[in-house]
């Protein structure tokens, strides 16, 4: 077996952590597989991989190989591309997540747009709000919200936003505007518990310092949108990011407060786990939300 195609097979199943999803992706037999890791390891003199009964797992020399290998094969892959006329004509399967709100009013229209473009393409979107491990899950594209821990996905920064406090004219107008994060426990607070940051707990800019309050709400619900709607109607206060505000507060229908006391900017991210040597489908949706996201002035 040619030694580019035992490095294809040791990518896929060190992404899969799994010798039998290395074998699905590559439409191979789980024998085939395993015959070439190990013939792999041989001609390298090093383990690779740590097998236990439910699942492998890479050896530190693995680990480094694994950079270098998934490197060269996406060269090979886009060398064959490119002399093929693929990189003009994308085409194939793309999965992406994002946060579920900002996926539906900012990653569908991408998405649209990208598939009206490229008609061989097909995508399936993952809009969850926790975090997505991309490499154990087989996602392509993320989009995210918030600091990134150090990682080997590439990642490209699109834009910022906000937490915002919010509420409805009429609740302000009747029960007053809160002038300091300390009011707040006089108010009626609606809180979505997507996150931590949003569960018991908000945090304030107070001079150079980060104060964190414990919330009691009124009302909790599961999504950001029923939090806004049930401000909207004038239940109370509430917290999300400042997007998810944005075409309520362009209405009129909510109101923005204690904008002084927000905390740091959270910056939103594109990623993907192919590096720079990323293959023409997600190279090409990438290029498009980078620039769709960038261009956005909810986001910027």
Not at 24 to 41: D, G, I, K, Y
Request: overall charge positive; aromatic content about 6%; some cysteine.
């Amino acid at each position: 077996m040619a030694r580019l195609e035992m490095m294809e097979i040791f990518v896929a199943v060190a992404e899969e952590q799994s010798f039998a999803g290395g074998a699905r992706r590559l439409n191979l037999s789980a024998p085939a597989v395993t015959r070439a890791v190990a013939a792999l390891e041989e001609r390298l003199g090093v383990k690779l991989l740590t097998r236990t009964t439910r699942y492998v797992r890479l050896t530190d020399a693995g680990q480094r190989y694994l950079e270098d290998a998934r490197r060269i094969v996406n060269e090979a892959n886009e060398a064959d591309e490119t002399a093929a006329g693929i990189n003009a004509e994308p085409r194939g399967h793309l999965s992406v997540t994002a946060p579920v709100l900002f996926g539906r009013m900012f990653v569908i229209p991408g998405i649209v747009a990208y598939l009206q473009r490229f008609p061989t393409m097909e995508i399936a979107a993952v809009f969850l709000d926790r975090i997505v491990n991309m490499l154990e899950e087989g996602i392509d594209v993320g989009i995210r919200i918030g600091e990134l821990p150090d990682s080997s996905l590439r990642a490209i920064r699109v834009g910022h936003v906000r937490q915002v406090l919010c509420a409805s004219p009429g609740y302000l107008a009747e029960k007053g505007t809160p002038k300091s994060p300390d009011a707040l426990s006089r108010h009626s607070l609606v809180v979505a518990a997507t996150g931590s940051w949003s569960a018991i707990e908000w945090k304030f800019l107070e001079g150079e310092k980060i104060k964190t309050y414990k919330i009691k709400p009124r009302l909790s619900v599961t999504s950001n949108d029923a939090a806004i709607a049930a401000a909207i109607e004038g239940l109370g206060i509430t917290r999300v990011m400042s997007y998810q505000a944005a075409p309520f507060l362009a209405s009129g229908h909510v109101q923005t407060l204690l904008s002084d006391y927000e905390p740091n900017r959270l910056p939103i991210h594109v990623l993907h786990r192919e590096g720079r040597y990323a293959s023409a489908k997600v190279r090409t949706f990438v290029d498009l939300m980078v620039e769709r996201l960038r261009a956005d002035p909810f986001l910027n």
